[in-house]
């Protein structure tokens, strides 16, 4: 039988002792543990040969081209999308801000591409063509945060072209 309302307030009056002393004793925050970005201090860089606001990457752990776990954010501009592309590894992917377009398939085929909101979870499976971006009337860039396992091995459908596409 669950304890009656007077015996609740004695639990919880006991508690709060508890509580504070272990508010107490909490220590700052040791930087080399603990590191925080805040989002003003993001370092965007917009990839070598693409155009100004395209697309824009910041690798916040790890690198895609290195062995080992990355995270990063990828920042696509409205007009642009990636050309047909896969990678060797699973990429994990969460819309942070924006609406991000995606398609799948060999075919740049960009009036087909789902809008994903914000929040929404993607799961790029390896070896998988696909292409992203956001769509020339976007009201604003979409932000997506990904994880993944490098290296990725990012590779193009057709390196002939750039990696990317002006709509």
Avoid at 28 to 57: C, D, H, Y
Avoid at 69 to 77: A, G, H, N, R
Avoid at 146 to 151: A, L, R, S, T, Y
Wanted: glycine residues 10%; positive net charge; contains cysteine.
């Amino acid at each position: 039988m669950p304890p009656s309302l007077p015996e609740r307030r004695d639990l919880i009056l006991a508690a709060l002792p508890l509580l504070f002393a272990a508010s107490a004793g909490a220590e700052a925050l040791n930087p080399a543990q603990t590191m925080i970005t805040l989002p003003g201090k993001i370092r965007w860089k917009t990839r070598p040969g693409w155009p100004k606001e395209s697309v824009a990457n910041a690798d916040l752990a790890g690198s895609i081209t290195s062995p080992g776990l990355y995270y990063e954010l990828i920042k696509w501009y409205p007009g642009y999308m990636s050309a047909p592309h896969s990678y060797i590894t699973d990429r994990l992917c969460v819309v942070v801000s924006g609406i991000w377009w995606v398609n799948k398939g060999a075919d740049f085929d960009p009036a087909n591409c789902q809008p994903v909101g914000p929040g929404s979870f993607v799961r790029r499976v390896a070896h998988t063509p696909h292409y992203d971006g956001v769509v020339p009337d976007g009201k604003e860039p979409a932000v997506i945060a990904i994880c993944g396992i490098g290296p990725a091995g990012m590779t193009y459908l057709d390196p002939s072209k750039p990696g990317w596409r002006k709509l």
